[in-house]
């Protein structure tokens, strides 16, 4: 029903940055929360950064004053800037969509409805 697709992902030093995007299809776009996610090897999936449909942010401490999460309803399309990488933030990166119709606990992988495939960000000397 709903199609995420994540790009933007690759290799990149510790303190640089990079921009990922999810392009979601459908007409309903701007009224899902959209989050990411990401999983690094041999951890579980953790939330990074959610966006609700009137724009409000949240993010994990983790990532709090380093990535920026937004989105362009007029194409369909939620970002993550990400600033000052780490080699912790290694990990495949997920963008997923809440549909409405039930609360959204943004934090809770349970809460979203549709999953993109995933994008690997790599940071390393």
């Known amino acids: 029903q709903v199609q995420l697709v994540e790009s933007g992902g690759g290799l990149v030093q510790p303190g640089g940055s990079l921009r990922l995007s999810c392009a979601a299809s459908g007409r309903s776009f701007s009224t899902y929360g959209m989050g990411w996610f990401r999983q690094a090897p041999g951890k579980e999936r953790e939330f990074v950064a959610g966006?609700?449909?009137?724009?409000?942010?949240y993010y994990a401490d983790s990532v709090k004053g380093r990535f920026t999460i937004s989105r362009d309803n007029a194409k369909n399309t939620v970002y993550l800037q990400m600033n000052s990488l780490e080699p912790e933030d290694t990990a495949v990166y997920y963008c997923?969509?809440?549909?409405?119709?039930?609360?959204?606990?943004?934090?809770?992988?349970?809460?979203?409805?549709?999953w993109g495939q995933g994008t690997q960000v790599t940071v390393s000397s």
């Open positions: 997923a969509a809440h549909r409405p119709g039930s609360v959204w606990s943004y934090r809770q992988l349970t809460s979203y409805d549709y």
């Open positions: 966006i609700n449909s009137g724009g409000s942010t």
